[in-house]
């Protein structure tokens, strides 16, 4: 089975302009997340999708918006970039089910450097 | 406002002797707890839970110990092995499927 696919693996780009990210998640899983990854501050929750709705979103500004395909996969689009949003990109794909059996699985994320 | 917390950026432990990775939270309402594992240039993989249900939950080497009173998980690696030296992030769920993880802590096993 294949894993989640994320691409590109590395984006550099200046400020204020804006990038689309993409990823493919593991075959049958419904829920797509995004998650930020910068140092000394872990992974922080951007949004999920599943089903084509984003069902949970976290504390980011509106700069930061995605959407679910009907196949599942997903994109994340970053307007106006600015100098903070450096970051690693992670997406994780899971069934989407609230019960304790419920995992994440991560893909190998996108690098993004803003000049 | 930080949920999780890993409090020790780093942990050097010898080899066969005993890891222990300490995560604490606030919120009571998280009901889901795992622990992920995290190689340089990927992602993060899953190495395993815990329901608040219960206090503990054995894997082979991996054991996690859930203290909800104190809203503490910890896990433990018995014996370490160099090929475990890598980025742990505990993790929490509340119900309808956000996690929200920890800053990470870096593992280094000493042969």
């Known amino acids: 089975k294949a894993g989640v696919t994320q691409t590109p693996r590395y984006l550099i780009k200046t400020r204020g302009q804006q990038v689309t990210l993409s990823c493919s998640p593991i075959?049958?899983?419904?829920?797509v997340s995004w998650y930020q990854q910068t140092p000394g501050q872990g992974l922080q929750f951007l949004f999920e999708y599943f089903s084509e709705t984003q069902r949970n979103k976290g504390n980011f500004p509106g700069r930061f918006s995605g959407r679910q395909f009907s196949n599942s996969r997903s994109e994340m689009n970053v307007s106006t970039l600015e100098l903070g949003d450096s970051a690693l990109y992670l997406c994780a794909s899971s069934l989407g089910r609230t019960d304790p059996n419920e995992k994440l699985f991560f893909g190998s994320g996108t690098q993004l450097s803003v000049l | 406002d930080q949920q999780v917390k890993q409090n020790s950026p780093s942990l050097s432990v010898q080899e066969g002797r005993i890891s222990i990775l300490n995560c604490d939270y606030t919120?009571?309402?998280?009901?889901?707890f795992l622990w992920y594992k995290k190689y340089p240039a990927e992602g993060p993989t899953f190495l395993i839970s815990?329901?608040?249900?219960?206090d503990k939950n054995e894997d082979g080497r991996f054991t996690v110990f859930l203290n909800k009173s104190a809203k503490h998980l910890s896990l433990h690696i018995v014996p370490s092995q160099p090929g475990d030296s890598a980025v742990y992030f505990c993790?929490?769920?509340?119900?309808?499927?956000?996690?929200?993880f920890g800053t990470g802590t870096s593992l280094t096993v000493i042969p």
């Open positions: 993790a929490a769920r509340v119900t309808g499927n956000q996690f929200y």
């Open positions: 919120n009571s309402m998280f009901d889901y």
């Open positions: 075959s049958g899983h419904r829920s």
């Open positions: 815990i329901s608040s249900i219960k």
